[in-house]
């Protein structure tokens, strides 16, 4: 009958759910253990500059080397820390990472930029500044170098508070960008009120194109108003591209661009890229 139905139903769905707790206080505690164990990595994905056809940049995007699964991508991770408040230890461990990599970088001689997520609870963070300080404060460091991403939700709240602490990580030298810009807080009074250097179109605009070219252009000129540099995430096509550039987006990236790739790959697909250009890398025909 339908009210067995409707009880077997309840009991899977309980059933399910109850699994899923389960699963999910597993992965916490993994998680715990990962954090203190440092199994993380860091990949990087190039940001192109579209007036000369240069790497300028590369964004920093974490993955948990799992000693039993392998690889496992942000989507499956970051949300639970976030919420757990473990973001606070990972993002101090990925800002550490983060920064090491660009001093070795530096001292290499490798003139290249590099940006770091930071999550609304890390930023909210008290070790967020002293950390930035301890870096920036190194001879070898070059603070101008490093871009810190933040989402728009990172500035919902008390505005003076967050303008005193975007103006102390300004005052270090430290460069700020907007991810996922459009995709977030819709009320736009903090555009004027903080001092951003880059607005980071969302991908969900850029894989939109070309009907979302109007929205796109407007975020155009918002970025030219403020004096902020933009750049298109998610560049899948040269079809995108080729919109990008005839309207003078300042950078792409993206998978037409590069993958995310290993450190150790990083510098010859910079080097590719540099030499060969974009259109080499996926000849006439070649896939998207
Ligand atoms: P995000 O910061 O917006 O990073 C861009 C994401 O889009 C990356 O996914 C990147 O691999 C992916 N992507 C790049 N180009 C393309 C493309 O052409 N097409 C498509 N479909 N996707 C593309 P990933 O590495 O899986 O990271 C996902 C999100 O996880 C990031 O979004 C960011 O919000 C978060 N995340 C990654 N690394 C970190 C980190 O170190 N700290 C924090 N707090 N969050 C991170
Ligand atoms: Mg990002
Ligand atoms: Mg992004
Ligand atoms: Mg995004």
Known sequence: TSKQDGRNRITFFSEEMGALARARDLVEIELKRAIQNREFILHFQPRLCLRTNRVVSAEALVRWQHPKRGLI??????????ETGMIEDLGQLILEMACQTSMAWHKSGKDIELSINISPRQFADKRLLDALRDFSSHPDFPTGKIELEITENVLIGDHDFIAQKLDAIASMGYRIAIDDF????????????FQLNCLKIDQSFVSQLPKSGPIISLILTLAEQI??????????????????????????????????????????????????????????????
Request: proline letters at 4%; hydrophobic letters at 35%.
């Open 227 to 288: 004096g902020a540099t933009i750049v298109a995430e998610g560049v899948e096509t040269k079809e995108q591209l080729a919109w990008l550039r005839n309207h003078q987006c300042d950078q792409a990236q993206g998978y037409f661009v590069s993958h995310p790739v290993e450190e150790k790959d990083l510098f010859g697909v910079i080097e590719d890229l540099n030499t060969g250009g974009v259109y080499q890398l996926h000849p006439a025909g070649g896939s998207d």
């Open 182 to 193: 459009g995709t977030g807080y819709s009320n736009l009074s903090y555009i004027s009120r």
């Open 73 to 82: 991508m942000p989507a499956e991770f970051i949300a639970i820390c976030e």
